[in-house]
């Protein structure tokens, strides 16, 4: 695997990477639009930092479907957002979850160092933005959906294979247009694009991902597949089944999770660590005392 480096931060086999989520939208499926509010926003930051987040991940666009947001609203909720956070946290690695180019130049001149295209390429200047500005790029698999509509019957020979035929196309273009290979992840979407049948497909074969050798991210957190899967659970009655499948990604090698539960996530990704035997036991007096 490909070490993956983000501002200047490096994670290698082991060292998994929690990346927490900041909605600036009213109508986000999680918190519905606890953290709309800039002040909102800003405060969950602070709190995921203290938490001990690697990465924020900053969006003004919910993925379903709901009322248009332009450009220059999308800036407005994302660049200013950011400009603040890189003066309060200088050291915190920000990305931003867009698909438009506009955005994407406008959050980098702020001063984010990753630009998460969850629409997987709809907006082939977004790459080139992140070449441009010498950022990361997160390169998705969406099933060939445009931004913001849920897939209806899709269908795939075998789901795994193309996410890794997409995204791997994708990752070796940034790299061509100049984005640092060890800047590039690769993320399977799970839901987006796919029905809970083809996510828990691309979760058990997320070592076919891995084994490309680059770095993969996962966005797993109360997601539509957890719910279905466990009988139709409600979103705030996800986080276990969650954490089941983040411990399976997390087996497999997916370095970065993006999430809602940062203290929990850690925990679980902490005794992966060590189960592998990347990361020492925080404490040893068992039968030692």
């Known amino acids: 695997m490909t070490v993956l480096r983000l501002r200047d931060r490096q994670f290698g086999p082991g060292q998994f990477a929690v990346m927490g989520i900041v909605n600036r939208t009213p109508d986000s499926f999680y918190d519905k639009g606890a953290t709309f509010a800039f002040q909102a926003a800003l405060s969950r930051v602070d709190d995921l930092v203290t938490q001990g987040v690697d990465i924020v991940d900053i969006g003004g666009v919910k993925a379903a479907p709901g009322e248009p947001v332009s450009v220059a609203e999308e800036i407005e909720r994302t660049a200013e957002l950011v400009t603040a956070v890189r003066a309060a946290h200088p050291q915190l690695i920000i990305s931003v979850d867009t698909w438009r180019h506009e955005v994407g130049e406008a959050v980098c001149r702020a001063g984010a160092d990753l630009l998460n295209d969850a629409w997987g390429g709809y907006d082939p200047e977004l790459a080139e933005v992140a070449a441009a500005q010498h950022v990361g790029i997160v390169c998705t698999h969406v099933g060939y959906v445009a931004p913001r509509t849920r897939p ?113 996530t850690r925990q679980v990704l902490d005794m992966i660590a060590s189960i592998q035997g990347h990361r020492p036991p925080g404490r040893t007096t068992r039968g030692l005392a």
Do not use: C
């Open 152 to 264: 209806h019957r899709i269908q795939y020979d075998d789901v795994t294979a193309d996410a890794i035929s997409h995204t791997v196309g994708l990752a070796e273009r940034a790299a061509q247009l100049g984005v640092p290979r060890e800047s590039i992840l690769i993320d399977p979407a799970h839901d987006f694009g796919k029905n809970t049948y083809h996510s828990l497909q691309l979760t058990r074969e997320l070592d076919r991902m891995v084994d490309t050798g680059w770095p993969v991210l996962v966005s797993l957190s109360n997601k539509d597949f957890v719910g279905e899967t466990l009988g139709g659970l409600p979103t705030d009655q996800r986080l276990i089944g969650t954490l089941a499948a983040t411990a399976i990604a997390a087996w497999h090698g997916a370095v970065v999770h993006r999430v809602h539960n940062v203290h929990e």
